[in-house]
Nanobody, 129 residues
Framework: QLQLVESGGGLVQPGGSLRLSCEISGFTLRSSAIGWFRQAPGKEREGVSCISRGGSSADYVDSVKGRFTVSGDNAKNTVYLQMNSLKPEDTGVYYC??????????????????????WGQGTQVTVSS
């Protein structure tokens, strides 16, 4: 059964850090690029970061560059999103999703449901004082 399960969200003060996890089952990180997306209340879902199959490359949306880091653990079949220097505008539900169509060494941080076919249930991140 194909499944992605996010965890690690919570309430944090501005400037704080969180690490999100995306645990994968039914396939491996070598077979799919993984993207992180978020959706704030009243806003469209947007791409945050992605990591290519096997973890050789990654990409980020400009607003999180230098603050967020995506990584993968092939042994645990888990992708992480380390989020530092969090801002109130980072608040939202964070999702991970799988893109099996990606070429090795590539991934797209653009929200595209045709590419990212399988999604987790999301985890809430709230940045507030």
């Amino acid at each position: 059964q194909l499944q992605l399960v996010e965890s690690g969200g919570g309430l944090v003060q501005p400037g704080g850090s969180l690490r999100l996890s995306c645990e994968i089952s039914g396939f491996t990180l070598r077979s799919s690029a993984i993207g992180w997306f978020r959706q704030a209340p009243g806003k469209e879902r947007e791409g945050v970061s992605c990591i290519s199959r096997g973890g050789s490359s990654a990409d980020y949306v400009d607003s999180v560059k230098g603050r967020f880091t995506v990584s993968g653990d092939n042994a645990k079949n888990t992708v992480y999103l380390q989020m530092n220097s969090l801002k109130p505008e980072d608040t939202g539900v964070y999702y991970c999703a799988a893109d099996w169509s990606s070429l090795p060494g590539t991934c797209t941080v653009v929200y595209n449901k045709r590419l990212y076919a399988y999604w987790g249930q999301g985890t809430q991140v709230t940045v507030s004082s």
